[in-house]
């Protein structure tokens, strides 16, 4: 932070930054522009007085050539597999260039933002500064409305382009606010409504498992799912070590787990957990450890999500992702990376108009994953944000359970975020996220096109440098060694079907490539396609998806009546937010072991699954649903239903372990 206001001042103090007149270097030209889909409308002009926090993505160095340095460390065949890049090394190699950050800056400057209004991000790769609507409508030449979603009634803020003088374009990704819409969401559902512990239904009571060992049985596993029916599911023994340089992390967005609940859940579900077991807390941010009277306990709550707890009890994401993954990984430590909005981000609202309940927790939930980032390697934060920038290590694997549709999000934006997941990769992480709970309506449960036929996609499972997770499920009436199909089942927001599909921001990447061929030759859905290149309007000629696009899920695992204990009370759960702590499960158990050999972590990891697929067992049965129809069926080999498959701890180990 020092060295960044540093280099301000000393470009303003050598007079190439002059608060004057605007220069008229040349001809402003559009940057980005929309391509509204049909879900948002446009609203009301926004206030020329309300303040917006403003970040400007920088063009990286080197970024084109990140998908070439990820693949020659995380490719099985590659003799430089495994050697893992360290954060000094991917921040010089990817900083935007001397030349970009002084002629931004000094095109600001000479627009009226005052040098000390402007900070960089720590990793050097944004401008931030607060700004009121009118000055960016001047400096962007642009208008900014809010948009309201059709189907949702949630609020944005946004524009329809907008426009940066020509000699500036090569240097700037792109604008936020700008024509990206913000919202994050949970691809979760519970198919259970959570009562307090003091109105228990006897048939909920947790003291009733009391001598029923739920804790081995098997038996059970085609009406509830137990750790111990996952362990059966995939050939995973159970842990009797932990590695000391093994690290384990789990994204929540404003949730908190519950002790309580904790404690209930490893006395009658998983006995070699001690009560009391809690994870490491990275707390981003501001977020707070507080103990509050509405039963969430040890929790971390901030002012603004206190109420909203209470209404839709966001602390049952964490205790089913921890009671997941608790038991397949300990004795290893757990990491709760918590993300709360930051000061800046607070203030900016505190002082604008009055607005909507919706609007408020779309606001509220921005930023929450670049927040989490950002406190990692300091990708999209300022100290002077009050943020956390680059304090936390980078852990050997992250499981994210959260998502957002792709089209509110600009592509330079939703790409920008994407490339911060490949420097992960670079230093050896590995980023899992499930799929959505929507088949193939995204996240929202809407789809696209002139006539809303279009299949919908997610934005961090589009992602080519993330491993995606889909949902399977135990057929009714069979063993937990039957073969298992795609998850399908009634839910209270619809059919929870596994998100799947094409992305219309991302292509498919090479690692891919082979395979999607094969499924597109032998298998190819009933459906047209289109080849969208951010050109072409999303759904062409009747298109239902891209078929260029970045396909998901890359993988699945269990995702239907997860057996779960909240708020003192048993309840079943269904989501691919339990599949993805499931497969980072396995990925941390193998990483333990090659750690205890003396090798690194398997880092990214879609290259040795695309190129040895036979170390999972591919799922044949089922299909995802949405736009009214049945959407794409299961078939032999890869299918964006289930992935390649759903792991074997076995196979996938020993393959693990032999490489470098």
Known sequence: MLVSRLFLTLLQTSSLLVVGKPAAHDEHVVLERRDLSSEWLKKSEVSSKRILPVRIALAQSNIHKGPEFLTEISDPASPKYGRHWTLSEVNAA??????????????????????????????????????????????????????????????????????VPSHIKKHIDHVTPGIGFHRIAKPREVTKSIKPRASCPKSLDPSGLAGKDLATNLTICNDVITPACVKALYDIPDPVSSHPNNSFAIFEAEASFVQSDMDLFFKYLAKNIPEGTKPQIDLINGAKLTRNASRVEDGTVGSFIRGLLRRTKTYQEANLDFQLAWPLVYPLNITLIESELSA????????????????????????????????????????????????????????????????????????????????????????????????????????????????????????????????????KNESVYAPESAALAPSP???????????????????????????????????????????????????????????????????LNILTISSGCLSTELGTSASAPIFASIITRINNERLMAGKSPVGFTNPTLYANPSILTDIVQGHNVGCGMQGFSVVTGWDPVTGLGTPSYPRMLELFMSLP
């Open 94 to 163: 990817f900083a935007p260039s001397a030349d970009t950050v002084a002629t931004t800056t000094k095109w600001l400057v000479d627009n009226g933002i005052h040098s000390s209004r402007i900070d960089r991000t720590k990793n050097r790769g944004y401008l931030a500064f607060d700004a009121s609507a009118k000055e960016l409508e001047d400096l962007f030449k642009t208008k900014y409305f809010t948009y309201t979603h059709a189907n949702k009634g949630q609020l944005a803020i946004g524009c329809e382009s907008y426009s």
């Open 493 to 559: 927001k619809g059919a929870f079907s596994s998100g799947g599909g094409f992305s219309n921001y991302h292509v498919a990447p090479v690692y891919q490539q082979e395979t999607i061929s094969k499924y597109f030759y032998q298998s190819a859905p009933p459906y047209l396609s289109y080849e969208y290149n951010g050109t072409a309007s999303i759904g062409a000629s009747g298109g239902r998806f891209s078929k260029l696009g970045r396909a998901y899920p890359d993988v699945a695992a269990n995702g």
């Open 344 to 475: 800046v981000e607070n203030k900016s609202r505190s002082v604008t108009a009055k607005k909507s309940k919706n609007e408020a927790q779309t606001e509220a939930l921005l930023d929450l994953v670049g927040n989490a980032l950002g406190a990692i390697d300091g990708s999209f934060c300022t100290e002077a944000m009050g943020s956390q920038c680059g304090v936390f290590n980078a852990p050997n694997v992250m499981s994210i359970s959260y998502g957002a549709d792709e089209t509110p999000y600009s592509p330079a934006m939703e790409n920008r975020l994407c490339n911060e997941f490949l420097k992960l990769g670079l230093q050896g992480t590995t980023v899992v996220v499930s799929s959505g709970d929507a088949g193939v309506e995204g996240q929202s449960r809407t789809c696209l096109g002139p006539n809303n036929s279009t299949f919908n996609t997610a934005a961090l499972s589009s992602c080519p440098w993330v491993t995606v997770v889909g949902a399977t499920q135990i057929n």
